[in-house]
Each structure stands twice: as C-alpha cells, then as structure tokens.
T-cell receptor
Framework: NAGVTQTPKFQVLKTGQSMTLQCAQDMNHNSMYWYRQDPGMGLRLIYYSASEGTTDKGEVPNGYNVSRLNKREFSLRLESAAPSQTSVYFC?????????????FGAGTRLSVL | SQKIEQNSEALNIQEGKTATLTCNYTNYSPAYLQWYRQDPGRGPVFLLLIRENEKEKRKERLKVTFDTTLKQSLFHITASQPADSATYLCALDETGGFKTIFGAGTRLFVKA
C-alpha cells in the first residue's frame, strides 16, 4: 500500500519550459489536492478535485492547470514555467466521511525554475 | 482578513520537558482543527484532529486543546524526545468546505 505517490521527486526547468507533475493514490479516496509550499508561507492550495470529473481553483491557481485523469490520478501542469513557480509541490488526498478532511500527502516534488 | 498564525520562531527545549506550540486564527469559524508533523524533505503527516465542540484531545504523549472563544489551539508534547524534532503545522476546516487552511508551521528542536 503505497499511499500517495508523486513523480518526479526533483526537477529543474528553464523559464518558459513546460512540465507535468504526476500524482496517484491507491487508497480509493474521492478528493485530491495540489499544494505548493514556500518558506514562511505554509501550504497554499493551487487546485483541488472534490471528486472524479471535477476540478476547482484554490488560492493560487494562476500559471497552472490540472487534470483528474481517473479516481486514482491527479496531475498538475505548468505550461510556461516562471522563476516564481520555484517551490515544493505536494499532492494530497482525503479520506472523507467521519474522518472528514484528514489529508494524506505525497513526498513532494522539488521544482527549480531558472 | 482571514489569518492562521503559528510562531515563526523555532522552539528549542530540553529532552524530557513539555513542548507547547500555539495556533491562532482570525475570521474563520472552523468546524475542526488538525495538527500535522513534517520532517525535512517529507510531506506532512496527520497527528490529531479536534472538533469545535471538544475542549481537549489526547493521543499517547500528544495533547491538543481548542478554545473557540480565544480562537486558539495549543499542541503539547509531553516528555519530549530528540525524535520529536520536526515542524508542526496546524490546519483548520470550516463546515461544508473542501479546503483545509494550513498555518506556516513551527519548527521544534528537542536537545538531548
């Protein structure tokens, strides 16, 4: 039981390049999330998917797009990377029901944009 | 404006002492509040959840309190150990929401 798996773990991009961050969960969770974490700012929500087939913007969606490919997978795409998108990106999924919004996180993707 | 605040300064304590971390919030009405632990280079890991109608929750050496009047949660680690050294994040959820709001975290160092 792997939980939440993110790939890649590290990535260096040049300004203007594009890339997709992958996330998959094997816990049969309905909701999935993408956050970025910057020093001193905590986790900020980029996009989330409350259920398969739906996606919604979070606090900082500009410059990103997402795809909920199926119940297991939720990808984050940077179409034209900018230095301001240098950050650590975390994917999370939610158990739901009585446990409500307890979040299960992946190990993160460390992205540098030069 | 809405804010969730944790001490930005690191907390240094001696092994065996009780560590107390603070989480304050403004202009939120949380249905419940959560605490997570994050080690360097890793994702956050859930520790405890406390609901708005609960005053206190315990799990082994961990204790969380929730005061909706003061708009504050306190997180205690008793008999602290060097292995407890990590960053601790608080997070809140409002009723009916899909979004969890995270604080920036407090770094805890426990010295042997």
């Amino acid at each position: 039981n792997a939980g939440v798996t993110q790939t890649p773990k590290f990535q260096v991009l040049k300004t203007g390049q594009s890339m997709t961050l992958q996330c998959a969960q094997d816990m049969n969770h309905n909701s999935m999330y993408w956050y970025r974490q910057d020093p001193g700012m905590g986790l900020r929500l980029i996009y989330y998917s409350a259920s398969e087939g739906t996606t919604d913007k979070g606090e900082v969606p500009n410059g990103y797009n997402v795809s909920r490919l199926n119940k297991r997978e939720f990808s984050l795409r940077l179409e034209s990377a900018a230095p301001s998108q240098t950050s650590v990106y975390f994917c999370a999924s939610i158990k739901g029901d009585v446990a409500k919004n307890i979040q299960y996180f992946g190990a993160g993707t460390r992205l540098s944009v030069l | 404006s809405q804010k969730i605040e944790q001490n930005s300064e690191a907390l240094n304590i001696q092994e065996g002492k009780t560590a107390t971390l603070t989480c304050n919030y403004t202009n939120y009405s949380p249905a419940y509040l959560q605490w997570y632990r994050q080690d360097p280079g890793r994702g956050p890991v859930f520790l405890l959840l406390i609901r708005e109608n609960e005053k206190e929750k315990r799990k082994e050496r961990l204790k969380v309190t929730f005061d909706t009047t003061l708009k504050q949660s306190l997180f205690h680690i008793t008999a602290s150990q060097p292995a407890d050294s990590a960053t601790y994040l608080c997070a809140l959820d409002e009723t009916g929401g899909f979004k969890t709001i995270f604080g920036a975290g407090t770094r805890l160092f426990v010295k042997a």
